[in-house]
């Protein structure tokens, strides 16, 4: 008996030690056994460890401490005779089960409508039928009973009816871990004593050892108690739970009350014109053709691409080292040249220049409507150069694609016989190149935005010039209402904006109704064609219009193809080239190039090389080709009324990229391209009746559908506190507002009277957004900064992941090798420090089917990050080879981002219960932790998080506070009642792809 008495006592002491330490080895328990033995107070036994160098969690040694001494003074009554009680599950002292009591079954055979259930621990071996409707609380499940539970599935049932011959069955309110009704689990939780653990079940060996000393009275059920019941004493905060549950803490802070909503109850922000008319389904149907593709492409290359990095102004131009042997054959006749670069010629705004300069000397702003073409980018910085207008200081130009910034820069150092960097600069985020030289800075104007945050007089300029202005980004946006104020102030600087297609007197009426100057381009006549029928396909019916155009135009000319993004750019180009090489013979040669932001520049200026004679060249292009860039040559333009834009949702605080219609404003500006340089077709393909009744009038600005949380930090920098009432050209819906204002609350970059905090100023000073820079601040006081400063490095870039078509399978081979268990953050980390222990060699990288060009530009990142984070004080430490600091640090700023696992491989965000699925590709995919973190959603077939990390549901009680708190008992009560049984599959399934497993005692919720 004093033997099994003190194997239950090591059993109790080894778990506890093994939670707490992650230490399972039966001689440290046997010695902290003796040390508590040989003290008689609790002082003596902390003495006794820390002479033997021992630091145990005082918690933990308390525990020890309790349970030895009340082992060792225990008096074990004899001959104690105990009756079995209905709550044990192995012999019933009644011949038949009763209605009400619950028993321990295993599941014998499954139909779609029920399964059916052996008791056990009855000589008669009763069968019951458990129905479906009795498997779920939810009534409006439609699962079927066999994908809840399997063959050979133990369970815990409740008897609801009984008849002669036939028992109906329950498992619904059942834990079908502990064998109790939740009912039964709130009285135990509300009455037992405070702590954050349930009661530690002891192992089968040791239950059935101790329950036939019960039935022997050897032992009573409360020396039972006493064995198990300690441990509720525990505190969670040094040993994991099994049942800890979060909420989110609904509490408003004072600057927000009365103002923020629930976010369930928020309506969209984006309404199509007509969401039933042919052009708005024909969106929604090139939206899902994309996912299919993306999906298919992406779970077998398990590629990792920002959604940030899809869009235009903010990719990085980098693209992966791949030899041009292992390219598809369209792709290697995109390098190169095929003719020499076109020698400038005199651009129509030229005949301005006097009028433009005597304009600015007037007047303190104006605004400036040129058609594309006309030279306006290129050639006013260097009138405002050649006249000296802005004395000492700067010409600052503004575009609101880095693509655009870095290749106008360049075209206008090309221009006045200067090096780009030195009188000629750009800056784009983590790329810079200017000096003290330079006098025109070309930037993207969220470059400009991060400027006014350390001066907010721009102080270094003398002219600023906002370009593109009809994009209307969202730095656009707040810096027309930056430069309002600064005008009303300063009488120093001037401003020009400037666009090809603007709404002239709305702009004129917010900048003080001041003067328009309207420049004409070169234009020629184009006609117009419409589609009969809407197209389902669109990508198919462009690249067949493309074609066919080849074909049937006898006059010369190139062709402009506008579509919604790489993907569909790469696709289409590959057919293209494809189906046009067999017609070279009879219609000649068809020259298909590529324009997209992250493609390299060499591809990129082959666009504006002129067309050998006798052949013909289609570009293939975003909307960056709309306004941004001007080809010279283009003379057919195909249509298909769609663009890839970025929506927010507040409901579930995320972004995605959605094909949607165009507006008619960018429909005339793709029309206007086809006449540049010749009379030209515009072909469209939608109808008529659809660019009448449902095309908007113009293109709803990026402020009012994007999260403003990254701008609103900005502002707040700058001083302006009243976001709701400051002066917008267009307001944002007061609900972004708020939603943002949200946001930087609980990332506690706003305190509770909405006030800027110390954390928040510092997240401001990063080109980051915020999660991200709260990511990296953290990590210096978690002590990981040097590993997270990896991460955000190569979250900011490109995928890195290289999977070509004939090696597809060695490729995948090498990644399963490189992938962490603990999520993908940490297999992008551990990639990185294979490449650097490997002298960060480019034959490493080939090796290992990882893009090199990726990994140098996440380099080139983090040497930029470094120096800003030395800049600004924040120190770099390393946490060496532990794992937790960096995933708290990932927690610290992505916990709004957190999904709990529901079903089977079906997880649900705990903001909003939405239902999403770990990526295909993940290190993650097939392992689904209970808990996890992602760093964005891709909406393909299925909602997928993308860079996930399995995190333990503590860390984002104790990093998010403001976010999340520990649910109640009674919460958890409720949360267990929506549990469901795991489905187990039939190990005499005749379906091959299911294996027979061991019934998980961890329960899957939902």
């Given at each position: ?85 209905k ?31 052996k ?9 019951g ?29 409740k ?86 549950e ?27 014109s ?28 398990g ?142 104007d ?12 721009l ?58 100057l ?11 064609s ?25 006059k ?8 919604t ?32 932001s992250?493609l ?28 941004s ?62 660019y ?74 990063f ?20 590993e ?24 995948d081979?090498m ?69 937790i ?41 097939g ?14 077939t ?14 984002l009680?104790e ?35 299911r ?12």
């Amino acid at each position: 008996m004093e033997k099994i008495r003190e194997l239950a006592l090591i059993s109790a002491v080894l778990e506890a030690v093994k939670k707490s330490m992650k230490i399972d080895k039966r001689q440290v328990a046997e010695f902290l056994i003796s040390c508590a033995k040989k003290n008689n107070s609790f002082d003596d036994f902390i003495a006794t460890l820390k002479t033997r160098k021992v630091n145990l969690p005082i918690d933990l040694s308390k525990y020890i401490f309790d349970v030895t001494k009340r082992h060792c003074n225990q008096v074990i009554p004899e001959n104690t005779i105990v009756p079995i009680s209905k709550a044990s599950f192995d012999e019933p002292d009644i011949m038949q089960p009763e209605v009400g009591v619950i028993y321990k079954g295993r599941v014998t055979s499954v139909t779609n409508q029920c399964a059916f259930v052996k008791i056990e621990g009855f000589h008669s071996k009763p069968v019951g039928m458990l129905p479906v409707t009795e498997m779920s609380n939810d009534p409006g499940s439609r699962l079927l009973a066999t994908d809840i539970v399997g063959v050979g599935q133990h369970l815990f049932v409740k008897v609801i009816k009984s008849m002669t011959a036939s028992l109906t069955l329950s498992i619904k309110g059942i834990d079908q871990t502990t064998g109790l009704s939740y009912e039964e689990e709130a009285v135990i939780e509300n009455t037992a004593p405070t702590g954050a653990f349930r009661t530690m079940r002891l192992s089968s060996p040791e239950r059935f050892e101790v329950e036939q000393l019960m039935r022997a009275g050897t032992v009573t059920q409360n020396d039972l108690h006493d064995l198990a019941g300690d441990y509720e004493q525990i505190s969670y905060s040094s040993i994991p739970e099994t049942y800890f549950e979060i909420a989110l803490n609904k509490t408003v802070p004072p600057f927000l009350q009365g103002l923020k909503t629930d976010k369930r109850k928020i309506e969209p922000l984006y309404v199509e014109s007509n969401p039933e008319g042919s052009l708005a389904r024909s969106a929604r149907e090139a939206s899902r053709l994309s996912r299919e593709k993306q999906e298919t492409k992406r779970s077998t290359q398990g590629s990792s691409k920002s959604i940030v990095g899809l869009l235009d102004d903010e990719a990085p131009s980098v693209i992966p080292t791949i030899p041009l042997s292992e390219l598809p054959e369209w792709k290697r006749q995109t390098f190169g040249s095929f003719g020499p670069t076109l020698e400038k010629k005199k651009l129509p705004i030229s005949d301005y220049e006097s009028q433009i300069i005597d304009m600015l000397s007037k007047n303190r702003v104006f605004i400036l409507v040129g058609e594309t073409g006309c030279g306006k980018t290129t050639q006013i910085p260097q009138f405002l150069l050649r006249s000296g207008i802005a004395g000492d200081l700067m010409i600052g130009v503004t575009q609101p694609r880095r693509v655009a910034a870095i290749s106008v820069a360049k075209r206008v150092a090309d221009e006045t016989n200067s090096i780009i960097g030195d009188l000629i600069g750009y800056q784009v985020r983590f790329e810079e190149k200017t000096s003290r030289n330079t006098k025109v800075k070309f930037m993207t104007d969220g470059m400009l935005l991060k400027e006014c945050l350390g001066d907010r007089q721009l102080s270094n300029y003398g002219v600023i010039m906002l370009d593109e202005a009809h994009e209307r980004t969202i730095h656009t946006d707040v810096l027309f209402g930056l430069m309002k104020e600064l005008l009303s102030k300063d009488d120093r600087l001037k401003v020009i904006v400037t666009s090809a297609t603007l709404q002239k007197e709305k702009f004129s009426s917010f900048f003080f109704n001041c003067p328009v100057l309207e420049v004409p381009g070169r234009t020629f006549p184009v006609t117009t064609s419409f589609a009969v029928t809407a197209f389902t396909d669109y990508l198919q019916a462009s690249v067949n219009t493309v074609l066919k155009l080849h074909q049937t135009e006898e006059k010369p000319g190139d062709i402009l193809l506008f579509l919604t993004g790489q993907d569909d750019i790469d696709t289409a180009c590959e057919q293209i080239y494809q189906r046009s090489k067999p017609m070279e013979e009879n219609f000649g040669k068809l020259i298909v190039l590529p324009i997209y932001s992250s493609l390299p520049t060499e591809q990129q200026t082959m666009i504006f090389q002129p067309t050998p004679p006798g052949q013909r060249k289609v570009v293939v292009a975003t909307n960056i080709a709309e306004t941004s860039i001007t080809i010279d040559g283009i003379r057919y333009v195909v249509d298909p009324g769609l663009v890839k834009e970025m929506r927010y949702d507040p409901r579930t605080g995320m972004d995605t990229l959605e094909v949607v219609p165009i507006s008619k404003a960018a429909a005339n500006q793709r029309k206007g391209r086809a006449g540049r340089t010749a009379a030209g077709k515009c072909i469209r393909l939608y109808t008529e009746d659809s660019y009448n009744n449902e095309m908007k009038e113009t293109t709803i600005p990026e402020i009012q559908r994007s999260n403003m949380a990254m701008v609103a930090l900005d502002m707040k920098v700058i001083g302006i506190d009243d976001l709701i009432g400051f002066d917008f050209m267009d307001k944002p819906p007061t609900k972004i507002i708020i939603d943002a204002l949200d946001q930087l609350y609980t990332l506690g970059a706003l305190d509770e009277e909405g006030n800027l905090t110390p954390l928040g100023r510092d997240m401001s000073k990063f080109s980051l957004n915020p999660q991200l820079a709260k990511m990296l601040i953290m990590s210096s006081m978690l002590g990981c900064s040097e590993e997270v400063l990896v991460l955000v490095a190569i979250l900011s870039v490109q995928g890195i992941w290289y999977r070509p078509r004939k090696k597809q399978a060695e490729a995948d081979a090498m990644k399963a090798r490189l992938n962490r268990d603990e999520g993908d953050h940490m297999t992008l980390l551990h990639v990185f420090r294979e490449w650097q222990k490997n002298g960060e060699r480019e034959a490493w990288c080939k090796e290992n089917y990882v893009h090199y060009r990726s990994l140098k530009r996440a380099k080139d990142v983090m040497t930029q990050l470094r120096q800003q984070m030395e800049q600004f004080h924040v120190p770099l430490v390393s946490c060496g080879k532990e794992i937790i600091p960096i995933l708290k640090a990932i927690v610290s700023g992505f916990f709004a981002k957190a999904a709990r696992r529901y079903m089977g491989t079906e997880y649900k965000t705990i903001v909003d219960d939405h239902p999403v699925y770990i990526f295909p590709g993940s290190a993650l995919f097939g392992r689904e932790p209970e808990y996890c973190v992602f760093h964005e959603l891709v909406n393909t077939t299925r909602e997928y998080m993308r860079n996930t990390v399995a995190v333990d549901p503590r860390w984002l009680v104790e990093l998010a506070p403001a976010f999340y708190r520990k649910a109640s008992p009674l919460e958890m009560t409720s949360r267990k009642r929506a549990d469901r049984v795991n489905p187990l599959a039939d190990r005499k399934s005749d379906n091959k792809d299911r294996k027979w497993r061991i019934t998980e005692q961890r329960i899957i919720r939902i």
